[in-house]
């Protein structure tokens, strides 16, 4: 079974100040990492996809990395409007039969206080 | 252009009504997912519909739950006999094609409480 752990549950950063958000995942065979972010009373909002290990992506204050094992979100310098719930969600090869579905973690819930 | 939408945003139902849930994809998505997000439980799949069929229904957690879509478009989700345990968010998802390795755009949410 695909199984997705986010740590921490929750993080209070001051704004400046840089740390990194970890998704562990256990899947048969990865086909793609996706994090997401989500802010109060909203649906998930798309922010990167990872495909293979070793791959890296950035988007303003935010880079993605991806193991075989884990995947990070690194947060650069943040800001009080980075606060939100970040996702993190496997689709697994699955044979034919995972359709391309996600699987998620719980979330870390960021807090950047000015 | 315009993104995923869902109605009704709010339900509040009393316990053993049926209530349906409406979907409107991306226009020229074919690939549509219906998740569940409930406190404590995170994200879970529901259903995947290709086109009008749904070849992995592997998620809905009871026979009370069915969903349908047609014209390669909306898609509704029904529950019958709501209980309790079904408040939560329900949220569609939709993706170009067949939804491998291609990003999936979330819509707002339709959140509903049982009574």
């Known amino acids: 079974e695909d199984q997705v752990t986010q740590s921490p549950e929750a993080l209070r950063l001051q704004e400046g100040e840089s740390s990194s958000l970890n998704c562990s995942y256990t899947v048969s065979g990865l086909r793609g990492l996706f994090w997401y972010r989500q802010d109060p009373g909203k649906g998930p909002e798309f922010l990167f996809t990872?495909?293979?290990a070793g791959e890296e992506k950035e988007k303003e204050r935010l880079k993605a990395t991806l193991t075989k094992k884990e995947s990070f979100l690194h947060i650069t310098a943040p800001k009080p409007e980075d606060s939100a719930t970040y996702l993190c969600?496997?689709?697994?090869?699955?044979?034919?039969?995972?359709?391309?579905?996600?699987?998620f973690g719980q979330g870390t819930i960021l807090t950047v206080h000015p | 252009g315009a993104g995923v939408s869902q109605s009704p945003s709010n339900k509040v139902t009393e316990k053993g009504k049926d209530v349906e849930l409406r979907c409107d994809p991306i226009s020229g998505h074919t690939a549509l997912y219906w998740y569940r997000q409930s406190l404590g439980q995170g994200l879970e799949f529901l259903i995947y519909f290709q086109g009008n069929s749904a070849p992995d229904k592997s998620g809905l957690p009871s026979d009370r739950f069915s969903a349908e879509r047609t014209g390669g478009s909306v898609s509704t989700l029904t529950i019958q006999r709501t209980q309790q345990e079904d408040s939560a968010v329900y949220l569609c998802?939709?993706?170009?094609?067949?939804?491998?390795?291609?990003?999936?755009?979330f819509g707002p949410g339709t959140r509903l409480l049982v009574l």
């Open positions: 998802a939709s993706s170009p094609l067949s939804g491998y390795q291609e990003t999936q755009y």
């Open positions: 969600a496997v689709q697994a090869t699955g044979g034919g039969t995972s359709y391309g579905k996600l699987t």
């Open positions: 990872l495909y293979s």
